[in-house]
Every structure is written in structure tokens, then in C-alpha cells.
């Protein structure tokens, strides 16, 4: 392996490169831009044997994807936000037709407003199209989980999303480990498709199905989704054999032996929380932190046997559905259905606004206090809210609401796209 102090994204382009990409998809949306530069210069240096094609849109890019992945070809590419919803129809597809595909999701938030800072609503908005989502806490266990990704995606003929925080990981310049060419190699075998077009032996692929067989054609995605629970485990045990380190699985566990209040998030957040249960520990708080890495297949059992020890389980994360509330807490309950076990969903980190320790500290002192309700909008400015919602209670013609809030708090909007 080689250190480098190397931004995020250059990290995750080179370990791409180690790969071997076939076929490279291009679009460029931040914050991901700098991975598919970086994979174009090497392309262009001649340093990436890979066809790197330029598309004139997301959608485009997913397109190309499922054509060369069909044709045989170890196939990536990157979006974000916007660029993910774009190429939706796309996304379901490739997922339909069992292509390996992996796809790296800068995460960041999705309009409207118009936003570019880092949120999970992206990939949520994605979470039951099919793709396995596999989210990263720290830059090297992006480029870790991209290695993993590809033998995953090849061994299930399933596609893959790597997701890590846009720019809070993927512009952050730190020491990571590059590992060599000899080590991806012997980690990850040369690309044997389990399907492929191929003239010799012709065969459709995205045949049209009927009613009298959606049931079935649908319910072997769901199984083939539920093998990469038992795939995960072994994958990452092979991973730390050749790479000398810990990297993917399905959750990690952090401090929850003996805890009573066990934390749930999912990204780079999982960095601050612990920092923040280290410090509560210490003062004699029983809590404990548990990351989940494999969001899609959801790993239900294994949640369930880690939280069996705590009687309040508190989920943090960074997106919602609207009119619900939380889509993580809401899986997390599902998992522990039957345990009498309370669930609190914190809403935090919406649009990039900063998750803080002293934050954190005070709202965990909350929940541990029975103080919070189910749902919680951590630092969220209540009194701005009230005075919109006044606002359109008593005028009509009350605009568009971002504008009325951004009015309030005396901020002017801009056109940043």
C-alpha cells in the first residue's frame, strides 16, 4: 500500500482505476465531479486501459451502463442528487435486469430548494429500486467498499451503490491508504458475467412479463437482494486477509457492550457520535454507537442481535419522508418488532447544516431523559416556522416558503445550481 494525503474523491478515482473498469460513464454533478475527472485524466494519460465515454445527461450515463454492463463489461459511474433522480427510470432498470454495475452516490440533497450540500435524501429516494446501498463513514472505507462493491455486484449479478457524503468526505483532503494493483488482483478475479449478450448464444434480455409471472421474477430479486447478507460478512472477512484491515460487513457495532442507549446513523456522522459517546462514557453514560454500512439488503436479524441489550434505541439521520418521518428508525423498528424496545428518530444534517458535538451531547441527554418525542428536528429554529406558518394563515397569497423563511432569517437567495 501507498499513504497519501489525497482528497476523497481522487482516492475513490484511483481505486476505481485498480478495478479495472471496462467502461466508464461520464456526467459531471457535484460533488462527485472530481471522481470521473480523476478517472478521465488517467484514461487519457493512458495510465486506465478503459473506454471512457462522455454522455449528454445523467440519465444517458445510466443508460450506457446497462448497454455495456449487457455486453459483458465491467461498467462504472458516479452522480448525485439531482443526477440520481434524472436517471431513475434507469436505475430500476438496471436493477430489473440483474446488471453489476457499481455507482458511486456523492450524497447530497434534492431540490426543491435548490440545495448542494450534503443530506442522504438522494439515495433514500433510491432505497427500493433494487440496488444494493452500501454507505461509507470515512474516505478509506470509501475506497474499501468500492473494491468490495465490484466483487459483490459480479458475484450476484446485482448493481451496487457506494454512497459517501458529498463534500464533507468526498472534497476532504487526509492520509489514506492506496492499495496496489497485486492486492485488488488477488482480491478481485478478472469479470465473468453471469449473463451477457453474446451472438453466439443469443438471448433477450428486459423481456416483457406478464402478470402471470411479475410475482415471481420480482420476489428472486428479493432473495438475490437477501443473499448479499450472507455474501457481505464473508466479503469483507476476505478483504481484511489481503488488505490487513477492517472495511464493509453489515453494521459496526462501537462501545454497545453494557449500553443501555445505543445511537444508529448511517455516513460520515457516525465519526462525530462517536466522539461524542467517548466523552458521555466517560461521564458515566451507558451508550453506545452502532453503524449500519449495508442499508439495502436491510440487515434485519443482525440489528435485531445487537440491540438486544439496550431499552432505548435512538436512530440520527440525515433525510425524512415527508408526512412520515423517519425511513431509517422506521426500519430499525422493524427489526426490533415484538422487544417492547423504544425507537427515536433525530432529524439532523438536512441541506449540510452542521451536526455539532455540543448538539449532539445535549440531545442524547434528552432521549435518555425521556424528554424527546418520537420524531425530533434537531437545532431547527421553531420560532422561524411558527412565523411562516402564521404568515400563511392570515394572507393568502403567502409565496413560495423557502423564500418566506429566507426573508425571516435575513438571508437573500441566490441562483447556485
Not at 272 to 287: P, R, Y
Not at 288 to 309: M, W
Not at 322 to 338: E, F
Not at 383 to 403: C, F, K, N
Request: aromatic share 6%; with cysteine.
Amino acid at each position: 500500500m501507498t499513504l497519501k494525503q489525497i482528497e476523497g474523491s481522487h482516492g475513490v478515482a484511483e481505486t476505481i482505476a485498480l478495478c479495472r473498469p471496462e467502461v466508464i460513464c461520464a456526467y459531471p454533478i457535484s460533488p462527485q465531479t472530481h471522481i470521473v475527472e480523476g478517472l478521465g485524466e488517467m484514461v487519457k494519460e493512458g495510465l486506465l486501459n478503459a473506454e471512457f465515454i462522455n454522455v449528454e445527461s445523467e440519465f444517458a450515463a445510466m443508460s450506457v451502463a446497462i448497454g455495456s454492463s449487457a455486453a459483458g463489461a465491467r461498467t462504472y459511474t458516479a452522480t448525485a442528487s439531482q443526477g440520481l433522480l434524472f436517471m431513475a427510470e434507469a436505475v430500476y432498470n438496471a436493477a430489473g435486469l440483474g446488471l453489476p454495475i457499481v455507482m458511486t452516490v456523492a450524497n447530497r440533497a434534492i431540490g426543491a430548494p435548490i440545495n448542494i450540500w450534503n443530506d442522504h435524501s438522494d439515495s433514500m429516494s433510491q432505497r427500493d429500486c433494487g440496488w444494493i446501498q452500501l454507505f461509507a463513514e470515512t474516505n478509506q472505507e470509501a475506497m474499501d467498499l468500492h473494491i468490495q462493491a465490484f466483487k459483490l455486484a459480479e458475484e450476484l449479478s446485482l448493481p451496487v451503490m457506494v454512497c459517501m457524503d458529498g463534500f464533507i468526505l468526498t472534497h476532504a483532503y487526509e492520509r489514506l491508504d492506496v492499495p496496489t494493483q497485486q492486492q485488488v488482483d488477488a482480491f478481485l478475479p478478472p469479470f465473468e458475467p453471469r449473463q451477457v449478450l453474446d451472438p453466439l448464444r443469443p438471448v433477450s434480455i428486459g423481456a416483457m412479463v406478464g402478470p402471470e409471472a411479475y410475482t415471481e421474477v420480482r420476489y428472486l430479486a428479493h432473495v438475490k437482494q437477501l443473499q448479499a447478507l450472507y455474501l457481505l460478512p464473508e466479503i469483507a472477512a476476505d478483504f481484511k486477509q489481503v488488505f490487513g484491515r477492517i472495511a464493509g460487513g453489515l453494521i459496526r457495532p462501537y462501545q454497545t457492550e453494557g449500553a443501555d442507549t445505543v445511537v444508529i446513523a448511517l455516513g460520515s456522522v457516525l465519526g462525530t457520535i462517536k466522539d461524542v459517546v467517548d466523552e458521555m462514557q466517560e461521564a458515566g453514560h451507558k451508550i453506545g454507537v452502532l453503524g449500519i454500512t449495508s442499508f439495502r439488503p436491510f440487515p434485519l436479524e443482525a440489528i435485531r442481535e445487537a440491540l438486544k441489550g439496550a431499552t432505548r434505541i435512538i436512530v440520527l439521520e440525515k433525510c425524512f419522508a415527508v408526512g412520515v418521518g423517519g425511513i431509517v428508525a422506521t426500519n430499525v423498528r422493524m427489526a426490533v418488532d415484538g422487544t417492547g424496545q423504544r425507537v427515536l428518530t433525530i432529524v439532523a444534517g438536512l441541506g449540510g447544516r452542521a451536526i455539532t458535538k455540543t448538539s449532539l451531547n445535549a440531545i442524547f441527554l434528552d432521549a435518555m431523559a425521556d424528554k424527546l418525542k418520537a420524531l425530533t428536528f434537531m437545532d431547527m429554529n421553531h420560532s422561524v416556522v411558527d412565523r411562516v406558518l402564521e404568515h400563511e394563515r392570515t394572507v393568502r397569497r403567502s409565496g413560495p416558503i423557502a423564500e418566506s423563511v429566507l426573508r425571516d432569517i435575513g438571508v437573500v437567495a441566490s441562483n447556485i445550481a
